[in-house]
């Protein structure tokens, strides 16, 4: 049966959520589901916006034949070819064979690789800046390249300021009835999981963030529509001063991300001595166990702090596997401008410290402090003295 929503009174959200998915993109734990948002214009001509996963294709199918009535489906904009978004798109031609893709020349040729050659070769190519008018509405199109893959393009409605903004501004999570971000508490409910969607998903392409900001900077956006999570048609700032953190690599507090990779326990000590020394001293921390938590889970983390600690177990002469699984994370993900201190421990031959200076020597404008801690096996009364030099050293270099 089909659940849609209005938006407004000639658009309606057509997507599907799906709460049986373990693992989005194979790799991103979603215990809260995932939204595939769709919407449907309904003007003069009607057109869809993208399609949605294969998984809630019955769904999506519903809706859509349930707002469009007997009115033919007329165009679909395909603002991005991920299969999230486009595996439905050949299924939708076959039950709406008059329908016409519009889209820039990059999509078509994705949707050629995508197995829908004929599709493309019928579809409407548009460029920036170029206009379409649907009767009562016009849609002004916008290139959004690598956020989050090359073709990628969004709409702006012109009439009542909507921004169709394809990945950006989405989050993790389903939808449970609330479309609108501001029918939740979305800073205590949903900010974490918007985060590490960001940074999972999009962090990598903070630049190619930076000039969509750029070009929404000169829109009058009275409602963004993305492709997952809530539509936002109050508080847009909110959303958007987030993205302009998170895509310049700006921490959103003063903390310290503590980051542990311990085999037999002893790391972690460390680390947790460290943490009650900064908490102490009025500093925030929050530690994780690097064997236990996602990487993913850290990255979001990461991104939020202005400090990051790696406390870290030398294994096989080199780093403990996960400790070396989360930082080839967090480079891929190109973060930027932190604060970073290192523990390291090896009973014989520790190599740790040296090791993750060396995995983040890649990174822009990364601060690795002098002051770090090595452990033979075990913290040794001694040592607290080093664990002080560093929580101290934290600490001042956030004043
Ligand atoms: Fe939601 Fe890049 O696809």
Redesign the pocket.
């Known amino acids: 049966m089909y659940c849609c929503r209005k938006v407004t009174d000639d658009l309606f959200w057509v997507g599907a959520n799906d709460r049986k998915l373990a693992r989005f993109e194979g790799v991103y734990a979603v215990p809260r589901g995932m939204a595939y948002n769709s919407y449907l214009l309904m003007d003069e001509k009607t057109v869809l916006f993208d399609t949605a996963d294969a998984a809630v294709a019955e769904r999506f199918f519903e809706n859509i034949a349930h707002v469009l009535g007997d009115r033919p489906l007329d165009y679909v904009v395909v603002h991005?070819m991920?299969p999230?978004?486009s595996a439905t798109l050949g299924a939708l031609l076959l039950r709406h064979p008059g329908a016409q893709i519009i889209c820039n020349a990059k999509t078509a040729g994705l949707i050629r690789q995508f197995g829908l050659p004929a599709a493309a070769d019928g579809a409407m190519i548009v460029k920036e800046g170029e206009t379409f008018s649907t009767g009562k509405h016009t849609l002004s199109f916008i290139n959004a390249p690598m956020v989050?893959?090359p073709e990628v393009m969004m709409t702006y409605e012109t009439a009542e300021g909507i921004l169709f903004s394809a990945?950006a501004f989405?989050s993790f999570g389903a939808l449970d009835g609330a479309l609108f971000a501001d029918e939740v508490d979305f800073d205590r409910d949903h900010l974490d999981e918007a985060r590490r969607y960001y940074a999972n998903?999009v962090g990598k392409y903070g630049p190619q963030v930076q000039n969509v900001l750029k070009k929404a900077a000169a829109l009058d956006i009275r409602m963004l529509c993305p492709?997952?999570g809530f539509v936002w048609r109050s508080d847009i700032a909110k959303i958007l001063e987030k993205y302009s953190l998170w895509s310049s690599y700006t921490p959103e507090e003063k903390g310290v991300v503590i980051a542990t990779g311990s085999v037999y326990g002893h790391t972690d000590n460390a680390a947790e001595i460290l943490s009650c020394m900064l908490r102490e001293a009025g500093v925030r921390t929050v530690m994780y166990d690097l064997a236990s938590v996602p990487a993913a889970d850290v990255v979001a983390a990461v991104f939020r702090y202005s400090h990051l600690v790696v406390a870290s177990a030398t294994t096989n002469n080199g780093l403990f596997v996960k400790t070396e699984d989360f930082l080839h994370d967090l480079t891929a993900h190109n973060i930027q401008n932190r604060t970073v201190g290192i523990i390291e421990n090896g009973s014989w031959a520790p190599v740790a410290g040296k090791l993750i200076r060396e995995r983040l020597a890649g990174c822009k404008n990364m601060q690795v402090l002098e002051s770090g801690v090595t452990i033979k096996s075990a913290l040794g009364d001694a040592q607290r003295a080093e664990l002080e030099a560093l929580a101290a050293a934290l600490k001042e270099s956030m004043e």
């Open positions: 991005h991920e999230d978004h989050h893959w990945d989405g998903i492709l997952h």
